[in-house]
């Protein structure tokens, strides 16, 4: 070589590239120690490892090992793919959701195994998508104070990442670090994330991070540290939004949190939470929030919340005691099923804004404490608002089979007796004040079989009431006037009777109950969509005109062949007796309009008369 700074050759004659610039590569032979006339030259070229445009690296073309990025060429982004190889998948369009191109669009990532270690020079404010992805050999990233922005996938992959300054960084993107099994950052003293205020969805998922501060952290993605195993200490911000999935199995064991919302998942499955304290006024604990945190035997509510969604604390079985919040409160659908809770305390202004399904389903026995609150009192087995006019829950684990009503409640509470295993029958005090029962009040009562309501009252009935007690068959609904949606489906009722003039029936409200075989129901009665679909009706009477029939709603009535169609007036809904096979008269002189396929399918229908029908 005339230029060993650029280009040496060895004694095998392989020509290696040093550096850039230009050499000439000379041939000579040499036979017994003489020199043989045959020669022979080239001129060789070396360019820059670093392809640089406009400031920009675009790509590494070097051998890797210890790359060291030069500071000297004013780059101030590494450029997308800039360190990892892709395959250039020219059948995709290259638009994006906008309609936009970009040729990145078409790039499918693949890696790269030759770098162990990159300095990044000063001036550096972006690693863009993709720049490092999949670098297999990679353990170590210094980063200058320039460095603000960690693009989507930049390091995702990088299993054996361990380090990386992330002091400055102010922003981190979508699966930034997902699946680097290795980053601990232990070596430069753990990872520091103390000015980051956005990070992207499952950014550090899969990590081996131990300790993160996250206390300018507003801005949070699905999943941003989820599966972090050993991720056992996270201090939160007071402005750290808690995103979906957030620590879902990971291995945090107490958490401060700020926001005034946690959303679904967001510690789902951390089996090494012990404690749990919620600083400000809560709007929505998530449905899962706490799921599975079968070491959680700690919750403080220092303020308000507003809503405990859905299973939120579901299986925390270590879970004791809880003080319910200092204000108004719903409680979703098995929001503490399975816990351990052996003690509920309501504080002096804890209000019941509703429950849902069951929220202590599966809770063996557990005592209330209303000492201190001014709403409710506890006679018994049951919890009541002060005036006595709500039973607002029948207390878990209670072996009673059966319970009589006092006579000055007004409304059973949603979800009060749901799920309860023991409670065979339902009775009400003489002089009953009943006019409602809520949402899911007795659903999944398995044991019910009776519910004998008083004689004298109007009562509305609200959706899902008792949806789910299979045994349940004798109930009279004569002094019914409202049956909410899905409130009788999987039950044994065999016979409705519902005679009040303008009775309404919801949305699938007997759907599917095969041992259902009569109905009655009252003048101008309103059957709602799929009410009686998939029965085993028989027959449909009225007690006077004006009925208006819904969507489906005796849909696939197998069984069905008499019903009072002179009764029915107006419209007839689409699919209203679709599948009706033992139908063979059908006379509607009061049907003005009839829905598509309002008949479809009664494969004995052999007579059919609508001398004032409209519209079709």
């Given at each position: 070589?005339?230029?060993?700074?650029?280009?040496?050759?060895?004694?095998?004659?392989?020509?290696?590239?040093?550096?850039?610039?230009?050499?000439?590569?000379?041939?000579?032979?040499?036979?017994?120690?003489?020199?043989?006339?045959?020669?022979?030259?080239?001129?060789?070229?070396?360019?820059?490892?670093?392809?640089?445009?406009?400031?920009?690296?675009?790509?590494?073309?070097?051998?890797?090992?210890?790359?060291?990025?030069?500071?000297?060429?004013?780059?101030?982004?590494?450029?997308?793919?800039?360190?990892?190889?892709?395959?250039?998948?020219?059948?995709?369009?290259?638009?994006?959701?906008?309609?936009?191109?970009?040729?990145?669009?078409?790039?499918?990532?693949?890696?790269?195994?030759?770098?162990?270690?990159?300095?990044?020079?000063?001036?550096?404010?972006?690693?863009?998508?993709?720049?490092?992805?999949?670098?297999?050999?990679?353990?170590?990233?210094?980063?200058?104070?320039?460095?603000?922005?960690?693009?989507?996938?930049?390091?995702?992959?990088?299993?054996?990442?361990?380090?990386?300054?992330?002091?400055?960084?102010?922003?981190?993107?979508?699966?930034?670090?997902?699946?680097?099994?290795?980053?601990?950052?232990?070596?430069?003293?753990?990872?520091?994330?103390?000015?980051?205020?956005?990070?992207?969805?499952?950014?550090?998922?899969?990590?081996?991070?131990?300790?993160?501060?996250?206390?300018?952290?507003?801005?949070?993605?699905?999943?941003?540290?989820?599966?972090?195993?050993?991720?056992?200490?996270?201090?939160?911000?007071?402005?750290?939004?808690?995103?979906?999935?957030?620590?879902?199995?990971?291995?945090?064991?107490?958490?401060?949190?700020?926001?005034?919302?946690?959303?679904?998942?967001?510690?789902?499955?951390?089996?090494?939470?012990?404690?749990?304290?919620?600083?400000?006024?809560?709007?929505?604990?998530?449905?899962?929030?706490?799921?599975?945190?079968?070491?959680?035997?700690?919750?403080?509510?220092?303020?308000?919340?507003?809503?405990?969604?859905?299973?939120?604390?579901?299986?925390?079985?270590?879970?004791?005691?809880?003080?319910?919040?200092?204000?108004?409160?719903?409680?979703?659908?098995?929001?503490?099923?399975?816990?351990?809770?052996?003690?509920?305390?309501?504080?002096?202004?804890?209000?019941?804004?509703?429950?849902?399904?069951?929220?202590?389903?599966?809770?063996?026995?557990?005592?209330?404490?209303?000492?201190?609150?001014?709403?409710?009192?506890?006679?018994?087995?049951?919890?009541?608002?002060?005036?006595?006019?709500?039973?607002?829950?029948?207390?878990?684990?209670?072996?009673?089979?059966?319970?009589?009503?006092?006579?000055?409640?007004?409304?059973?509470?949603?979800?009060?007796?749901?799920?309860?295993?023991?409670?065979?029958?339902?009775?009400?005090?003489?002089?009953?004040?009943?006019?409602?029962?809520?949402?899911?009040?007795?659903?999944?009562?398995?044991?019910?079989?009776?519910?004998?309501?008083?004689?004298?009252?109007?009562?509305?009935?609200?959706?899902?009431?008792?949806?789910?007690?299979?045994?349940?068959?004798?109930?009279?609904?004569?002094?019914?006037?409202?049956?909410?949606?899905?409130?009788?489906?999987?039950?044994?009722?065999?016979?409705?009777n519902m005679t009040l003039e303008g009775v309404e029936i919801g949305t699938k409200a007997f759907y599917d109950l095969r041992k259902l075989v009569s109905a009655n129901l009252g003048k101008g009665a309103i059957i709602g969509t799929a009410a009686f679909s998939k029965t085993g009706l028989v027959s449909v009477s009225f007690v006077g005109g004006g009925v208006t029939v819904g969507t489906s709603a005796f849909e696939g009535c197998s069984a069905l062949n008499t019903v009072d169609f002179a009764d029915i007036s107006g419209v007839i809904g689409a699919r209203a007796f679709l599948g009706c096979i033992k139908l063979t008269d059908v006379d509607i002189p009061n049907v003005t309009e009839l829905g598509a396929n309002a008949f479809s399918d009664c494969s004995s229908l052999k007579n059919f008369k609508a001398e004032n029908l409209v519209i079709i």
């Open positions: 070589s005339s230029n060993p700074r650029v280009a040496t050759v060895d004694e095998n004659g392989v020509v290696t590239a040093i550096g850039e610039g230009s050499a000439r590569i000379s041939l000579q032979i040499t036979i017994d120690g003489k020199t043989s006339l045959l020669a022979a030259r080239c001129s060789v070229e070396v360019k820059s490892e670093f392809v640089i445009e406009n400031r920009k690296l675009v790509a590494y073309k070097g051998y890797g090992g210890e790359v060291v990025i030069p500071d000297d060429e004013g780059i101030y982004e590494i450029g997308a793919y800039a360190f990892s190889h892709y395959y250039l998948d020219r059948d995709k369009s290259g638009k994006d959701e906008n309609g936009e191109y970009d040729f990145d669009l078409k790039k499918d990532p693949l890696g790269n195994d030759t770098i162990t270690s990159v300095i990044i020079p000063e001036g550096v404010t972006t690693i863009a998508k993709y720049a490092f992805y999949n670098c297999s050999k990679l353990t170590d990233v210094t980063l200058p104070e320039t460095c603000k922005t960690i693009s989507a996938s930049a390091f995702a992959n990088c299993e054996y990442l361990v380090n990386i300054n992330l002091d400055d960084v102010t922003v981190i993107s979508d699966y930034a670090f997902q699946n680097n099994e290795s980053l601990t950052c232990d070596d430069i003293g753990g990872i520091n994330l103390s000015n980051v205020y956005a990070i992207g969805k499952e950014a550090f998922a899969g990590s081996r991070l131990s300790e993160v501060k996250l206390t300018n952290l507003s801005r949070t993605s699905e999943g941003a540290f989820s599966n972090c195993k050993y991720l056992e200490k996270v201090e939160l911000g007071p402005k750290t939004r808690v995103a979906a999935n957030m620590f879902k199995d990971s291995a945090v064991k107490e958490i401060v949190i700020y926001s005034d919302m946690i959303s679904d998942s967001a510690f789902q499955g951390c089996s090494k939470l012990t404690k749990v304290i919620l600083k400000n006024d809560v709007t929505y604990l998530g449905a899962n929030a706490f799921y599975g945190c079968k070491n959680l035997t700690q919750v403080v509510f220092e303020n308000d919340c507003e809503y405990i969604a859905k299973q939120a604390f579901y299986g925390c079985e270590k879970l004791k005691s809880i003080t319910l919040p200092d204000g108004k409160v719903y409680i979703g659908d098995n929001a503490f099923t399975l816990t351990g809770l052996t003690s509920l305390v309501f504080s002096k202004n804890t209000v019941i804004n509703g429950m849902g399904t069951a929220p202590f389903d599966k809770v063996s026995k557990m005592d209330v404490d209303v000492s201190a609150s001014d709403y409710y009192k506890v006679d018994g087995n049951a919890i009541y608002t002060k005036d006595g006019e709500c039973l607002v829950l029948y207390l878990p684990g209670s072996p009673a089979t059966s319970f009589t009503v006092p006579a000055g409640v007004k409304s059973i509470g949603p979800g009060a007796f749901a799920s309860h295993a023991y409670i065979s029958s339902i009775d009400f005090a003489p002089g009953s004040l009943l006019e409602s029962i809520g949402h899911g009040a007795f659903a999944n009562c398995m044991a019910l079989t009776t519910v004998n309501l008083p004689a004298n009252n109007i009562i509305t009935i609200e959706g899902a009431a008792f949806k789910g007690a299979e045994l349940l068959k004798n109930i009279n609904l004569k002094n019914v006037k409202y049956v909410g949606e899905e409130a009788f489906v999987e039950t044994a009722i065999t016979s409705v």
